[in-house]
């Protein structure tokens, strides 16, 4: 059975940087998308940002040039770089994969943005 298992997230000031990680277990397949999803309060759940075993990437434009995605296809693991972190990005981050056409889901870490 595929598990997601997140990692990484905490408090953090305004202007900090945070980086989450997300590796998926039980597949001998690699993931062909990877990606990152949040929910902030009283909000429903955005892409963050994915990236695909190619190495193609897709970003919200509320996180272009502050967040970077990458990933590591033999530990089929994603990674998401945060920086120049705003209240604004308070959520709980979600971790995804596809993996032969199925959606695979982590159970979330909360990332929150204060001083």
């Known amino acids: 059975q595929v598990q997601l298992e997140e990692s990484g997230g905490g408090v953090v000031q305004p202007g900090g940087s945070l980086r989450l990680s997300c590796a998926a277990s039980g597949s001998r397949f690699i993931a062909y998308l990877m990606g990152w999803y949040r929910r902030a309060p009283g909000q429903q759940r955005e892409l963050v940002a994915t990236?695909?075993?190619?190495?193609?990437?897709n970003y919200a434009d509320s996180v272009k040039g502050r967040f970077t995605i990458s990933r590591d296809n033999g530990e089929n693991t994603v990674y998401l770089q945060m920086n120049s972190l705003k209240p604004e990005d308070t959520a709980v981050y979600y971790c995804?994969?596809?993996?032969?056409?199925?959606?695979?889901w982590g159970k979330g870490t909360l990332v929150t943005v204060s001083s």
């Open positions: 995804h994969a596809k993996i032969l056409g199925t959606d695979y």
């Open positions: 990236v695909t075993d190619g190495g193609g990437t």
